[in-house]
T-cell receptor, first 115, second 107 residues
Framework: NAGVTQTPKFQVLKTGQSMTLQCAQDMNHNSMYWYRQDPGMGLRLIYYSASEGTTDKGEVPNGYNVSRLNKREFSLRLESAAPSQTSVYFC??????????????FGSGTRLTVV | SQQGEEDPQALSIQEGENATMNCSYKTSINNLQWYRQNSGRGLVHLILIRSNEREKHSGRLRVTLDTSKKSSSLLITASRAADTASYFCATRNDMRFGAGTRLTVKP
């Protein structure tokens, strides 16, 4: 099925551990995004990639790094996890400004707990 | 602050009733989108309205856009228990989402 695939779906980390969240889309979208969502709150933009080869900081980038590996894949890395990074992480993709701009397509999320 | 802000924060209605939620934004937009999020799931795109459109329909959904007031509304007619979810608006410009409206439809 076409869409955005995130892995893993669940992860528990110890404080200080590192991990990479993977995201891939097969809709040929130019732009990809990483958001986090905390209980009762909206989504906050961590990083985005407007096109292959570019990445930019969003609203809450501290403690994270990203890589736009190719047009399909956009990964999010936590170098030294902290309990404040316990959250649900969503990847999304879109093609803004194109005739086929139908908004964002979201993955199903990664639920991360840092203990 | 967020570009798109939804209100009310929470809405509880009976099945069969209509539900209306609103979104306000601050700067000019190219389009505005509405999304639904079921508990623990990703956001699902519902409908997109462009800045030169005033109203759009999709099934039981009706979206209006008033660019002079920088606001949009989402109307869900004849609501069902399955419509229970959080609803978010977003504008293309700054990739931000508000806190959403949490809709509960009671059977």
């Amino acid at each position: 099925n076409a869409g955005v695939t995130q892995t893993p779906k669940f992860q528990v980390l110890k404080t200080g551990q590192s991990m990479t969240l993977q995201c891939a889309q097969d809709m040929n979208h130019n732009s990809m995004y990483w958001y986090r969502q905390d209980p009762g709150m909206g989504l906050r933009l961590i990083y985005y990639s407007a096109s292959e080869g570019t990445t930019d900081k969003g609203e809450v980038p501290n403690g994270y790094n990203v890589s736009r590996l190719n047009k399909r894949e956009f990964s999010l890395r936590l170098e030294s996890a902290a309990p404040s990074q316990t959250s649900v992480y969503f990847c999304a993709s879109s093609s803004p400004g194109s005739p086929r701009d139908y908004g964002y397509t979201f993955g199903s999320g990664t639920r991360l707990t840092v203990v | 602050s967020q570009q798109g802000e939804e209100d009310p924060q929470a809405l509880s209605i009976q099945e069969g009733e209509n539900a209306t939620m609103n979104c306000s934004y601050k700067t000019s937009i190219n389009n505005l989108q509405w999304y639904r999020q079921n508990s623990g799931r990703g956001l699902v795109h519902l409908i997109l309205i462009r800045s030169n459109e005033r109203e759009k329909h999709s099934g039981r959904l009706r979206v209006t856009l008033d660019t002079s007031k920088k606001s949009s509304s989402l109307l869900i007619t004849a609501s069902r228990a399955a419509d229970t979810a959080s609803y978010f608006c977003a504008t293309r410009n700054d990739m931000r989402f508000g806190a959403g409206t949490r809709l509960t439809v009671k059977p």
